[in-house]
Antibody, heavy 121, light 110 residues
Framework: QVQLQQSGPGLVKPSQTLSLTCAIS??????????WNWIRQSPSRGLEWLGR?????????EYAVSVKSRITINPDTSKNQFSLQLNSVTPEDTAVYFC???????????WGQGTLVTVSS | QSALTQPASVSGSPGQSITISCTGT?????????VSWYQQHPGKAPKLMIR???NRPSGVSNRFSGSKSGNTASLTISGLQAEDEADYYC??????????FGGGTKLTVL
């Protein structure tokens, strides 16, 4: 059973960087069959897939066009976790952020608990 | 990448069947059999109900089924139960190697 535990601040100031971490148990971030996603949800934007990373003999990174210039997702093999960094945030980035595991074919079967991140001064 | 199009709301009585549509384009739903469906209750994380168009993960009731025709995928829930009342989202892989969600459908069990 895969479990995902999110951590990170719930309040970020405008123009600063949003940083969240997702710790994995029951699987490996380096698995050749898994993918590790970040998704956010707000009343105005619904569910929005932000990006993912996965390992298939090398690391791959795929990002949504809407955030591509501001986002970084990094795996941390030493801690078996992955992280989200979103730069230059504005109030429009206020949302509940989720991490999840799953591929396009298998679907996202495991989710973190969600973290409400508010962008405000 | 624009969000997939879902009806904002659907409703049905207990025991009835409902279908939720999810319309995309030839660059997402129409290109791959990689459509998944998620159920979300208020304040909870989404739950995977259908993967790759029509396959149910272990533990999901067989009252849930999925299909696809062209650029439109569908989720059907038969024998509606009160616990099915939730928001439902479709999700598709795209030709840009990204994922895109639908806008969500609120299911009300009357």
């Amino acid at each position: 059973q895969v479990q995902l535990q999110q951590s990170g601040p719930g309040l970020v100031k405008p123009s600063q960087t949003l940083s969240l971490t997702c710790a994995i148990s029951g699987d490996s971030v380096s698995s050749n069959s898994a993918a590790w996603n970040w998704i956010r949800q707000s009343p105005s934007r619904g569910l929005e897939w932000l990006g993912r990373t996965y390992y298939r003999s090398k690391w791959f990174y795929e990002y949504a066009v809407s955030v591509k210039s501001r986002i970084t997702i990094n795996p941390d093999t030493s801690k078996n976790q992955f992280s989200l960094q979103l730069n230059s945030v504005t109030p429009e980035d206020t949302a509940v952020y989720f991490c999840s595991s799953g591929t396009a074919a298998a679907g996202m079967g495991y989710w973190g608990q969600g973290t409400l991140v508010t962008v405000s001064s | 990448q624009s969000a997939l199009t879902q009806p904002a709301s659907v409703s049905g009585s207990p025991g009835q069947s409902i279908t939720i549509s999810c319309t995309g384009t030839s660059t997402d739903v129409g290109s791959y059999n990689y459509v998944s469906w998620y159920q979300q209750h208020p304040g909870k994380a989404p739950k995977l109900m259908i993967r790759d168009v029509s396959n149910r993960p272990s533990g999901v009731s067989n009252r849930f089924s999925g299909s696809k025709s062209g650029n439109t995928a569908s989720l059907t829930i038969s024998g509606l139960q009160a616990e099915d009342e939730a928001d439902y989202y479709c999700c598709s892989y795209t030709t840009s190697s990204t994922l895109v969600f639908g806008g969500g459908t609120k299911l009300t069990v009357l």
